[in-house]
């Protein structure tokens, strides 16, 4: 008897490193029970949550985007590895996320990239020598899953990073834009960080030992200049991410428990969503990340919970 795929959501987990069998339309209960056996032997839950799973093929009767996993070769396949301080990485296939996740491996860290393409992710992972997940962030409940099954196969992380995000359309002012284009952009850029911040931050929290660096925008700000006025979508859900930073900060203690959370404008950087003409490169619109997820830090004389451009503190 073939070992019968377990369905979580938008995630089937089989044996590893196998296509998902065909299996016997009408198994009897013996085998039943014994594939049952089996599928606790792999330390796989039926509650919804995927523990150590080396193998996510999709199903082809599912409605929601499903998680892929993969490593580069290597990547975390030893003693030696697994003793570096652990990232998690959003967006990190491309542009400011993939320099995010580039240098943080160049500084030592293991890395874990997570991205919405699964070729891309691979890639990625393939020339960084490192983890990847593959999963629509806006998602949310794969997401998750995908998070927790992250957090099972590697521990919790040291730091997160949070690059991924997604722009409104340019005619998208506050009473001309859809429930369509408001849901696409507030789950991508809010909802999908919330989900984020409490699956892993909260045991980043527990573990006091943690730097949550989250992408928000200078356009997101309730001051300053430029701060008002079309692409509602997005400016609102970048005020969100500002908002649950500074909320944060205050219900953490400020870095005193362990737990640093920041919120950074990278500015307009050359990347697939400031385009070629953009003033800074991608590397610089990182820099200010990857200097807060690595930076020394001393509760009492150093800052968090604050939104940073340039290594400097910035008004919300």
């Not at 056996?37 to 082809?60: C, I, Y």
């Not at 690595?294 to 150093?302: A, N």
Request: hydrophobic residues 40%.
């Amino acid at each position: 008897m073939c070992l019968p795929p377990v369905r979580r959501g938008a995630i089937w987990a089989g044996p590893s490193g196998s296509p998902r069998p065909a299996c016997n339309p009408s198994p009897s209960l013996q085998e039943l029970d014994g594939a049952v056996e089996q599928l606790d032997e792999r330390n796989v839950h039926f509650q919804g949550k995927v523990r150590r799973v080396n193998s996510l093929p999709a199903s082809s009767d599912s409605s929601s985007t499903p998680a892929h996993v993969g490593a580069a070769k290597n990547a975390t396949d030893s003693p030696e590895a697994n003793a570096l301080p652990l990232a998690f990485v959003t967006g990190g296939s491309r542009g400011l996320g993939y320099e995010v996740a580039k240098s943080l491996r160049q500084k030592g860290h293991r890395v874990l990239i997570i991205s919405k393409d699964p070729e891309r992710a691979a890639a990625a992972a393939q020339t960084l020598d490192c983890d990847f997940r593959a999963v629509d962030v806006a998602e949310i409940e794969t997401f998750r899953a995908s998070l927790s099954e992250a957090v099972a196969t590697f521990g919790v992380p040291q730091v997160l990073v949070l690059a991924h995000g997604v722009m409104s359309e340019k005619m998208s002012k506050t009473l001309r834009t859809t429930d369509a284009e408001w849901r696409r952009v507030m789950a991508t850029n809010l909802d999908s960080v919330f989900t984020a911040v409490s699956e892993v931050g909260s045991k980043m929290a527990e573990a006091r030992n943690g730097r949550i660096v989250i992408f928000s925008a200078c356009l997101g700000r309730m001051s300053g200049p430029g701060n008002a006025g079309g692409l509602a979508p997005y400016r609102i859900s970048k005020a969100g991410v500002n908002a649950l930073v500074r909320n944060l900060a205050h219900e953490t203690a400020h870095g005193s428990r362990g737990l640093l959370v920041d919120a950074i404008c990278p500015n307009h950087s050359r990347t697939d969503m400031g385009g070629p003409d953009a003033p800074r490169s991608a590397e610089e619109g990182a820099e200010t990340a990857i200097w807060l997820a690595l930076r020394e830090f001393t509760p009492g004389v150093d800052q968090t919970g604050l939104f940073w451009e340039d290594r400097q503190v910035i008004p919300w």
